[in-house]
């Protein structure tokens, strides 16, 4: 069965970075587009990058756009979000996710999300 | 504030039909791209209920539909159950945002 397993995350101080990572299972993880999703503590869902399956392009929301990298590993199996220059508006579960090729382009499987904390 | 507009609320008792509307414009759903729509109860990661508009995953109940007409997409719930209380999201493209990717703010629904 597909598995996404986030690691990662915790407390942060303002301007500082954090790395985010997704080990991915049960299913041809090259295959895909795989996409970043945060949710702020009470509010709703803002989609943060997605990277297609070879990983040759990449694409971010302007809210993170010059500061968070996404990159994968497809020998492990693996997608990343490096998150550089945080603020306390970048305080969210990171939810790492599959893009389906569905009608829709659908995001069918989600982690379980990973609480990162920007504060003084 | 986001690209597609939900109701922040609906509710409804027990075995009523109840619809959550997503509203987009002529960049986003108009532009024909498809809507698709999650669910999400508490403390868990969104879970994939609708997509291409109107299609249902394998194991997602049958009174659960998707439509979509013009700048707008609707999900309707028909038979509410207990179960169903939980924040809905609609998702789609918008081809005037970088990466494209967009979501509606949520519509909490309450089971009366």
């Known amino acids: 069965q597909v598995q996404l397993v986030e690691s990662g995350g915790g407390l942060v101080k303002p301007g500082g970075s954090l790395r985010l990572s997704c080990a991915a299972s049960g299913f041809i993880f090259s295959d895909y587009y795989m996409t970043w999703i945060r949710q702020a503590p009470g509010k709703g869902l803002e989609w943060v990058s997605y990277?297609?399956?070879?990983?040759?392009?990449?694409f971010y929301a302007d809210s993170v756009k010059g500061r968070f990298i996404i990159s994968r590993d497809n020998a492990k199996n693996s997608l990343y979000l490096q998150m550089n220059s945080l603020r306390a508006e970048d305080t969210a579960i990171y939810y790492c996710?599959?893009?389906?090729?569905?009608?829709?382009?659908?995001?069918?499987?989600w982690g379980q999300g990973r609480l990162v904390t920007v504060s003084s | 504030q986001s690209v597609l507009t939900q109701p922040p609320s609906v509710s409804g008792a027990p075995g009523q039909r109840v619809t959550i509307s997503c509203t987009g414009s002529s960049s986003s759903i108009g532009a024909g791209y498809h809507v698709n729509w999650y669910q999400q109860l508490p403390g868990t990661p969104p879970k994939l209920l609708i997509y291409?508009?109107?299609s249902r995953p394998s194991g997602v109940p049958d009174r659960f539909s998707g439509s979509k007409s013009g700048t707008s997409a609707s999900l309707a719930i028909t038979g509410v159950q207990a179960e169903d209380e939980a924040d809905y999201y609609c998702q789609s493209r918008d081809n005037s945002l970088s990466g494209h990717v967009v979501f509606g703010g949520g519509t909490k629904l309450t089971v009366l």
């Open positions: 996710a599959r893009r389906d090729i569905s009608t829709g382009y659908p995001i069918d499987y």
């Open positions: 990277i297609t399956s070879s990983g040759d392009s990449t």
């Open positions: 291409g508009s109107n």
